[in-house]
Every structure is written in structure tokens, then in C-alpha cells.
């Protein structure tokens, strides 16, 4: 079965440029989550969906990042402006239904910003 | 304070021998808790979940609950070099969005 596909890979990008992020969770899972990555702030949930619902966005650090999931297999994290502490890995993760399940993580995507 | 706490290490073991990875929770009213492992480069895998009080084996790895003091544990026996990694503690406090600590860097020495 496929897991949860991120693109892109890897991102570099200037200061000012809008980054788009993409997700596809694993089929039939409900859950959707954006995590963020760094040295220095370890790994940080943004926000995640259920159904298709965001139900918790209090980890979006401020309003250049929005996030949005149009369907139950697409979800994008967008960056408008962008800035150099943006850099980090973003994850994407999903999670079946029901109660205590795993969370399933993407590959991630690098982003740089100069 | 964070709420899932991790010695950010680097806790060094021989080969064969058994690491102790430990994290401690602030939240009572967290219902499982995991181990997720984490190679350098890498995306963070499943090893273990835990939800009852007690002991959870499967294979070489044993997690330890004990809600009472608030702690959870992951002993690797027979550690090998590739075992090398970092390892996450996190909790569900029935959200089921996980909070992650900062993670434990272990490292097996041949």
C-alpha cells in the first residue's frame, strides 16, 4: 500500500516567495496532521484535519501559514510570505479511524529559505 | 515546560547490550502513549504503543508504562549498530493529535 505521499522533496526558496506544500494521506484514513521539524523546536504539530475539518490550527505559528484539505485525499500547506526561519522539515502524517492509532508519517518536505 | 520530557542524549551503549530510553508526561489525562524511531535524514517510524499500566513486549523491545508516576520507557535488548538513532517519545491526550517530545539520540557502539 502506498503511505502518506509529500511533495515537493526538497524546496529552497527566497525570502518573500510563496511556498505551497502537498499532501496525500493514506486511503481511509480520517485523520490528517501538519507537523514541522527543527534543531531547535523539535517536532511541532500545526494543525490537523478530520474529515476533512480542521479541528485544531493553534500550532500555525501566525498568518503567513494557512493550511487547507478540499477533499479526503489532498491537503496543502501554504507559506505567504515566506522567511528564512521557515526553514525546516514539514511533515505530513495521517491516521485510521477509531480510537489510539498510529500515526503514519510522509517522507517530509525540506524547505529552505534564503 | 514541555509536555512530553526526553534526555536529548546522546545515551551510548555497546553492541548487545540494553539501551533504556526514558520520558516523562505532565498531563494525567494522557490515554497512550508511543515510540517512534528516527533515522538521520528520515521520517518518524512506529516502534511501540502503550496504553495500560505494565509491560509491552515485542521482539527485542519492551515499553514500560507507569501512569502513576507519570513515565514511559523503551529497552532495546541485544542492541545493534543499526539501532542507531533517535528516538521520540509522544503522547495522545485523547485528541488524537500526538505530542512528541524532543527525542533521545541513542548510539550503538560496535
Known amino acids: 500500500d502506498a503511505g502518506v505521499i509529500q511533495s515537493p522533496r526538497h524546496e529552497v526558496t527566497e525570502m518573500g516567495q510563496e511556498v505551497t506544500l502537498r499532501c496525500k494521506p493514506i486511503?481511509?484514513?480520517?485523520?490528517l496532521f501538519w507537523y514541522r521539524q527543527t534543531m531547535m523546536r523539535g517536532l511541532e504539530l500545526l494543525i490537523y484535519?478530520?474529515?476533512?475539518?480542521?479541528?485544531?490550527d493553534s500550532g500555525m505559528p501566525e498568518d503567513r501559514f494557512s493550511a487547507k484539505m478540499p477533499n479526503a485525499s489532498f491537503s496543502t500547506l501554504k507559506i505567504q510570505p515566506s522567511e528564512p526561519r521557515d526553514s525546516a522539515v514539514y511533515f505530513c502524517a495521517s491516521s485510521p479511524p477509531g480510537l489510539g492509532n498510529t500515526i503514519y508519517f510522509g517522507e517530509g518536505s525540506w524547505l529552505t529559505v534564503v | 515546560q514541555k509536555e512530553v520530557e526526553q534526555n536529548s542524549g546522546p545515551l551510548s551503549v555497546p553492541e548487545g547490550a540494553i539501551a533504556s530510553l526514558n520520558c516523562t508526561y505532565s498531563?494525567?489525562?494522557?490515554?497512550?502513549f508511543f515510540w517512534y524511531r528516527q533515522y538521520s535524514g528520515k521520517s518518524p517510524e512506529l516502534i511501540m504503543s502503550?496504553?495500560?499500566?505494565g509491560d509491552k513486549e515485542d521482539g527485542r523491545f519492551t515499553a514500560q508504562l507507569n501512569k502513576a508516576s507519570q513515565y514511559v520507557s523503551l529497552l532495546i535488548r541485544d542492541s545493534q549498530p543499526s539501532d542507531s538513532a533517535t528516538y521520540l517519545c509522544?503522547?495522545?491526550?485523547?485528541?488524537?493529535?500526538?505530542?512528541f517530545g524532543s527525542g533521545t539520540r541513542l548510539q550503538v557502539q560496535p
Open positions: 509522544a503522547e495522545d491526550t485523547g485528541r488524537r493529535a500526538l505530542t
Open positions: 498531563d494525567r489525562g494522557s490515554q497512550s
Open positions: 486511503s481511509g484514513h480520517d485523520y
Open positions: 502503550i496504553y495500560s499500566n
Open positions: 484535519f478530520n474529515n476533512n475539518v480542521p479541528i485544531d
